[in-house]
């Protein structure tokens, strides 16, 4: 047994092995530190490479090898485009940094009064802080709150609460507002502002009535026969009523999606409808604050921000979008009231940048208004990945080509699936991509690249009735955009 005391050279060795092994745990659990100002670029001024079919000088692309930290390739980098949903990247990164990722949105279920026996002797509340994913399991936890105090009736008033901000009836007033994707937002937000139509048929396969799921009172549909034309829907609010109209020779589906105009509403009579099928009788729903001194039956709370944003990048959701930038708006530290809060969280602190030009009008991109560039939309890609955050990498966040999310359907041949993760975006006249992707080579690069038609979408908004044709002009040019899109990206992979 050798009992000699090891070497002090051997004891060094080991204790920086140590402190090495230490240092690389703290940076994987962690993430890296970097500042706001590192994220920079030098001017490039290599020879572009051509995306057929496109004006010059409505395109414009980026791509960064992360490993040499250097441009490559580039176009047009810091030339304002409108970037249709690849502005959910700015909002994720926005509300990563204003909240943080482990930010959750509680919706609470209190009373007055008192309970004596199965009787709730008072007012029943419910008030939301604009939970993006708030779903019937969210709403059945709350009505557990009611089973475990043994409630079955609530003899005062049920309100709904929607005082954390201010409701509105559309996402973006110059977006059609019979979209599913331009519903109401509210604090209190079930099922993203959606309500389903299941139409019924004749032999014929006309539609002769539809039921509404979840059926409430607050909602109503029809049927009608006149005035065959896009978008074979008719709308209108009576009080408090939503009514909704149906061609009868419209509409394909089995069931329809239509937006929500008073969602919190919606979400206080889907809560009372589950109440009754529970077998708990509560009064109908009217509108007011919650009190300070009411008294918490139950609260739910969502999942933390960080998976939120990850699912709003994989499926793009333009509500949760717009929920978690309201948040993050008003809890903004530095907010300037007369400027965007989103608008000032780049310009002052990526300050290696030029942010003149850079707009946000609306943080789903649900709009024509929204300008940014390839390189600052490179620069929010870099940020977070030279962040590495351990619960919002970019191959995390974002989906993956030929398999999940809004890519599954894109760049899904042999060579290029599972080699690009992007954020997909389209308006009709604008079409993006935006994120990182291997080469042929193996070597890693983030990307972004905007294609435009400034003059094909003022000519499209001039028309406020829109006919088939237009409809249909505008879906072929979004398709041949994204199209060369995917054919540039498959281009630079073999490349690179």
Avoid at 325 to 352: C, H, R, V, W
Avoid at 399 to 406: A, C, N, Q, R, V
């Amino acid at each position: 047994m050798n009992t000699k005391n090891p070497p002090i050279k051997h004891i060094k060795s080991n204790i920086e092995k140590t402190f090495i092994t230490l240092i690389l745990l703290i940076l994987i659990t962690t993430g890296c530190k970097v500042s706001y100002d590192d994220i920079h670029f030098a001017d490039f001024k290599g020879k572009p490479v051509w995306i057929n079919g496109f004006n010059q000088e409505n395109y414009g692309y980026m791509v960064y090898d992360t490993a040499d930290d250097k441009i490559v390739m580039g176009h047009n980098i810091r030339k304002e485009f409108t970037p249709a949903s690849v502005t959910k990247l700015f909002t994720a990164l926005f509300a990563a940094e204003t909240l943080g990722t482990d930010y959750t949105f509680p919706t609470v279920l209190s009373y007055d009064g008192s309970i004596k026996g199965n009787t709730l002797e008072g007012d029943l509340y419910i008030k939301g802080s604009g939970d993006p994913e708030l779903s019937l399991d969210g709403l059945l936890s709350l009505i557990n709150g009611l089973k475990l105090k043994k409630i079955k009736e609530v003899k005062g008033n049920f309100y709904f609460d929607e005082s954390s901000f201010q409701a509105r009836e559309e996402l973006d007033k110059d977006m059609p507002s019979y979209a599913y994707y331009n519903a109401g937002i509210s604090p209190l937000t079930f099922n993203s502002s959606i309500i389903y139509a299941l139409p019924k048929r004749d032999s014929k396969w006309k539609i002769v009535s539809a039921d509404l799921i979840p059926s409430l009172s607050a909602f109503d549909s029809y049927i009608y026969t006149d005035n065959l034309s896009y978008p074979f829907l008719k709308f209108r609010l009576t009080g408090n009523k939503e009514i909704w109209g149906l061609h009868q020779k419209s509409f394909n589906e089995k069931r329809v999606q239509l937006p929500v105009k008073r969602p919190g509403l919606y979400t206080a009579e889907t809560f009372r409808r589950l109440c009754t099928i529970h077998g708990i009788k509560i009064p109908d729903p009217v509108g007011k604050q919650t009190p300070s001194d009411s008294k918490t039956i139950s609260s739910h709370e969502s999942s933390p921000l960080g998976g939120i944003l990850k699912n709003m990048l994989f499926s793009s959701n333009n509500m949760t979008a717009e929920l978690v930038y309201t948040i993050s708006a008003a809890l903004y530290k530095n907010n300037d009231i007369n400027t965007n809060p989103m608008e000032q969280f780049y310009s002052s602190n990526f300050t290696g940048l030029n942010w003149k030009n850079f707009k946000i009008a609306n943080a789903s991109g649900l709009t024509t208004l929204n300008r940014t560039t390839p390189e600052q939309t490179c620069a929010v890609l870099l940020y977070i990945d030279k962040k590495n955050s351990a619960d919002f990498r970019l191959e995390d966040i974002l989906p993956l080509s030929g398999w999940d999310g809004t890519m599954k359907g894109r760049l899904d041949s042999p060579e290029a699936a599972f080699r690009v993760y992007g954020k997909t975006g389209s308006i009709f006249y604008s079409s993006g991509l935006a994120g990182v992707f291997y080469g042929a080579s193996g070597k890693r690069y983030i990307y972004s690249i905007y294609i435009n038609d400034p003059d094909k979408r003022i000519e499209y908004d001039k028309n406020k009735d829109k006919t088939i044709e237009d409809l249909n002009n505008g879906g072929a040019w979004t398709k041949k955009a994204a199209d060369s899109i995917d054919e540039f990206m498959l281009k630079i992979i073999k490349e690179l």
